[in-house]
């Protein structure tokens, strides 16, 4: 029978996740939000034993393996009590001793029995003959277990070296390395590694939809900045506590990032899907299990079936039973905006799951027509200087001025550009361009579908 511990974690998550790429989704009531993209995992890789490096095997953005050599710590000495140790482990001479010294006395207390049988001996000569039989059998034994106490004090020195040896606890990438050759180290981190697949997606949602948002429900990732570039993700956590100043509650979603297209650190948009209950039961339990089985295990693989949904994906007839709305082209928004760009960037219809299909296809297609009439997001931007050094003072003064959050675009379709936010209403994205107006800086707002 199959164990989870077994079971790879790309097919775990490829049952957590299994809808194909040409598979639609009506979207929920819940309306698109904010949310920010963060790797699974980052971690301080430290050594577990002090010790002068000996080398660094990694430097910055290298993509390493779980168990992968990160750092060197100098082990001469431990390497030296390793041969010792596996010396000691290999010496038979006392056993062998032993089973001589065993054969000798046995033989000579059946000769002892025999003549004091015969009341030639003494009892005093039969008792003796009986501890030295007894003593050279406890003898044996000992030398036998003082063999298999060295074999373990062999694997306690290997054990020693290896801590010597930083290795990468999970399949990631390095962020930092904060020592070097030569440098002493206790309890200080050698290097800061992070795991970018699968991504984790934190979402801010208004308190007024708790509740309709369960662990295991599919949803709509939108990355700032990587074209129309969408990402299917599975809600993981749902906060039973809200954040009483801005009257929201946070989302936790796992999403696939296989082949690292997305970076961590982006903002993005989550837009949830509507699902039947029984579908979502199925998948939070699928990602109850994959949790477990990825216990204290490093990389955690996604379906490739929940890639990348792009415009070709879109463009597929419907094929599920279960027919939903085309989502939207690649939405991204500003997660400084005042409260507006949390509204809705998709108007949704709660079709039941239950209904005819011929009503579904209708509601369907109505949404279809209403999310082609209207924009889904208005991208404010800068035109960039001249040259560089000219563009990188008006990014000065544009921080100085407190408009921290921007971006220059330097690929894409909004390349020479300096993206000051996106946002989910006309009104947030005309706050944002009479701020930067009052700079004397002239900035416009493009629509995007």
Known sequence: MLQWGSIPLVVL???????????????????AVDCVINPYQVADIASPVS?????????RSQQVEAGQALAQLDARVERANVELARYRAGIQSEIQL????????????????????????????ADEAERESRLSRWKLEQAKELSEVRKLELQRAEEQLAQKTIRAPFSGYILDTFKFKGEYVEDQAIVRMAQLNPLVVEAIVPMEYFGEIRVGAKAEVIPEIVGDTKMTGIVSIVDRIGDTASNTFGVRLVVNNGEYQVPAGLKCMVKFYQQSDEAIAQQAAELNKMEQASHGQGAV????????????????????????EKPDASVTTDSAANSDSREMVADAVDVNDKEPVGQMQE?????????????????????????????????????????TDLLQVDQGPHAGYIMMGLFSTPFGAQNRLQAIEKLGITGIIRERY
Do not use: C, F, W
């Open 301 to 324: 693989a996604v379906s490739a079936e929940d890639e990348m949904v792009t415009d070709t994906a879109k463009k597929e007839p419907i094929t599920s039973s279960e027919v939903t």
């Open 363 to 403: 509601a369907a297609a109505e949404v279809d027509q209403a999310s082609s009439q209207s924009p889904t997001g208005y991208l404010v931007l800068i035109p960039q200087m001249d040259t560089q050094q000219n563009t990188d003072d008006l990014i000065v003064e544009l921080r100085n001025a407190g408009l």
């Open 98 to 125: 032993g089973l001589v010294n065993h054969d000798i006395d046995s033989r000579r207390k059946g000769r002892v029995d025999s003549l004091h049988r015969e009341n030639v001996l003494s009892d005093d000569n």
């Open 13 to 31: 998550l490829s049952s957590v996740m299994s809808v194909s790429a040409n598979t639609q989704y009506l979207y929920s009531q819940v309306p």
């Open 51 to 59: 010790g002068v490096i000996e080398s660094i095997m990694v430097k």
